[in-house]
């Protein structure tokens, strides 16, 4: 689940909004993006020491990432891209238990895709889009993973990939009657706790959101546009009614 989202904020507004450094200029960002898939350039928030001033406390920065966390140990960049980790188990699989102790992130979105499965029982059931946004127009903060990774045979003249996945959990509320897994949305008051790179992370921040963050999010029926990654623009996270589009349901 969540491997489509949009963000559509410059990264200069989203640094002031958030108080972090954007260390973004020059990379291969597209924003703004209606439909972010896996293996693109995304925008993340990270918290680090500065080089010069180690012992200053970390400070938090925007930095591109690939979306789809690539294993230090991975040898290429084949391979399908691990874009999604659920939040119960990434302290255990080898993929994600580095990550988890101090290469914590926040990934924005102003909202996510899902595909609702209409008719299960339908010899042929169908897909109905969904995008689901806060209802208040606000932005996410989406607990997230990252990795810094080099090919085998590089220098360390090579600059690095930086990659990094979405956690997922249970669905909270409402949200079930679309999938049961989404996005580990965090509140703002947990931010710094979660982007903490000095500790370890504290359980209680990879369980599932509480019901009121959940009830604060509007899922949005939309374009079956949103189901080609070309398709870009506005136009795919405004609500088009079951129906109103031919051809809309895509088949299972």
């Not at 059931?125 to 993973?145: H, S």
Request: glycine share 6%; net charge negative; hydrophobic share 40%.
């Amino acid at each position: 689940m969540c491997g489509r989202y949009a963000v559509t904020t410059d990264p200069a507004l989203l640094a002031g909004e958030i108080d972090a450094v954007d260390e973004t200029a020059g990379t291969e960002l597209d924003v703004p993006g209606y439909n972010v898939a896996p293996t693109t350039t995304i925008v993340t928030v990270v918290a680090r020491h500065s080089r010069e001033q180690p012992d200053d406390a970390p400070t938090r920065r925007l930095r591109a990432m690939r979306w789809g966390l690539l294993p230090h140990w991975q040898k290429t960049l084949s391979g399908p891209p691990l874009f999604n980790a659920r939040a119960e188990s990434v302290a255990e699989k080898p993929a994600f238990r580095t990550a988890i102790k101090n290469k914590r992130c926040l990934i924005p979105m102003d909202g996510w895709y899902e595909w609702q499965v209409l008719d299960p029982d339908a010899t042929k059931p169908r897909k109905q889009p969904m995008y689901l946004t806060p209802q208040d127009g606000t932005r996410m903060y989406i607990a997230g993973l990252w990795s810094v990774w080099r090919p085998a045979d590089a220098g360390l003249d090579v600059p690095p990939v930086l990659s990094a996945t979405v956690l997922t959990t249970d669905s909270v509320g409402p949200l079930r009657e679309v999938h049961d897994r989404m996005p580990l949305v965090l509140t703002p008051d947990l931010f710094d706790q979660w982007l903490d790179p000095d500790g370890p992370v504290d359980p209680a921040l990879l369980l599932p959101p509480a019901l009121d963050v959940a009830e604060r999010i509007e899922i949005r029926p939309v374009s079956a546009l949103v189901n080609t990654v070309k398709n870009d623009g506005p136009a795919l996270i405004e609500r088009v009614e079951p129906g109103d589009e031919p051809g809309q349901l895509s088949l299972l």
